[in-house]
């Protein structure tokens, strides 16, 4: 049983199905996320990139049903220089068996006068399997963020693969996304994944500020199943996100990160 869940979560993080990977708040948000810049991940949007005004350096680790085998280990780090900002981020996938690292380079900005934020990724990863020759991805990401007004964000991403030597690598994945702001302490997102062949999986979530120190967020997706609780905590220029996600058929996955920011 134990093999049997390994090969069917690591065929679901292949189809977009493992929000996780993104950090804490997005995994907490259903994996809703491509309109999402200050708490959003550059290696979903890169878009969001360009919300950072100052150095920042976030670290995180999640593990997929309860194994050990698919622990996941990430950081990223941004720094604004002039009308820019530059991010790195960095993962490691996987157990002795399987091992999946990659590495991130991005780059955005925000146009002058305009509420409107651009970004552009490369990606490049090597996978391992014992007895197999590993294999390198090599992906480009591209992605805008539409601000109208403070109420309604439009994100929008497209991840296209450059060169890969693995078999059934979806070529293309677009993320369409909202972010609605009906009240100052209300949040509410949601996105329209499509992963090559995959079922289009739409991901939504809610996030409520009762104080300025906390968010509390939920989420729900489709293809797969899930729903997600999680909560974020700041204090000073330190946050905290922790999220839990219940897969349908696979159980319970968690997340957590910590984000610094100079």
């Known amino acids: 049983m134990r093999w049997i869940l390994l090969i069917v979560s690591l065929s679901a993080a292949g189809a977009g199905g493992q929000p996780l990977e993104y950090g804490a708040a997005t995994a907490a948000l259903g994996g809703a996320g491509a309109a999402l810049s200050e708490t959003g991940s550059m290696r979903l949007n890169p878009a969001a990139l360009a919300a950072t005004r100052t150095f920042f350096l976030m670290a995180g680790y999640s593990r997929s049903y309860g194994l050990s085998e698919l622990d996941h280990l990430f950081a990223e780090t941004g720094l604004p220089l002039g009308s820019a900002t530059y991010g790195l981020a960095i993962e490691s996938y996987g157990f002795e068996q399987f091992r999946?690292?990659?590495?991130?380079?991005?780059?955005?900005?925000?146009?002058?006068?305009?509420?409107?934020?651009?970004?552009?990724?490369?990606?490049?990863?090597?996978?391992?399997?014992?007895?197999?020759?590993?294999?390198?991805?090599?992906?480009?990401?591209?992605?805008?963020?539409?601000?109208?007004?403070?109420?309604?964000?439009?994100?929008?991403?497209?991840?296209?693969?450059?060169?890969?030597?693995?078999a059934g690598d979806a070529g293309r994945i677009?993320?369409?996304?909202?972010?609605?702001?009906?009240?100052?302490?209300?949040?509410?997102?949601?996105?329209?994944?499509?992963?090559?062949?995959?079922?289009?999986?739409?991901?939504?979530?809610?996030?409520?500020?009762?104080?300025?120190?906390?968010?509390?967020?939920?989420?729900?997706?489709?293809?797969?199943?899930?729903?997600?609780?999680?909560?974020?905590i700041a204090v000073g220029a330190v946050r905290v996100a922790l999220a839990g996600q219940r897969h349908s058929v696979l159980g319970w996955s968690r997340v957590v990160d910590l984000r610094i920011a100079g």
């Open 100 to 166: 999946q690292q990659t590495l991130h380079a991005a780059l955005a900005g925000m146009f002058e006068s305009t509420a409107l934020a651009a970004g552009v990724a490369g990606m490049v990863q090597h996978r391992s399997i014992p007895g197999i020759p590993a294999s390198i991805l090599i992906s480009g990401r591209a992605g805008f963020i539409a601000g109208f007004g403070d109420r309604l964000h439009i994100g929008v991403a497209v991840h296209r693969i450059v060169q890969s030597e693995r």
């Open 174 to 232: 677009v993320l369409i996304g909202a972010s609605v702001r009906p009240l100052r302490k209300l949040l509410f997102l949601i996105d329209a994944h499509k992963d090559g062949g995959f079922p289009v999986s739409i991901r939504s979530g809610l996030e409520f500020m009762p104080a300025r120190t906390l968010s509390v967020r939920s989420g729900l997706s489709t293809a797969p199943e899930t729903y997600s609780l999680g909560v974020g």
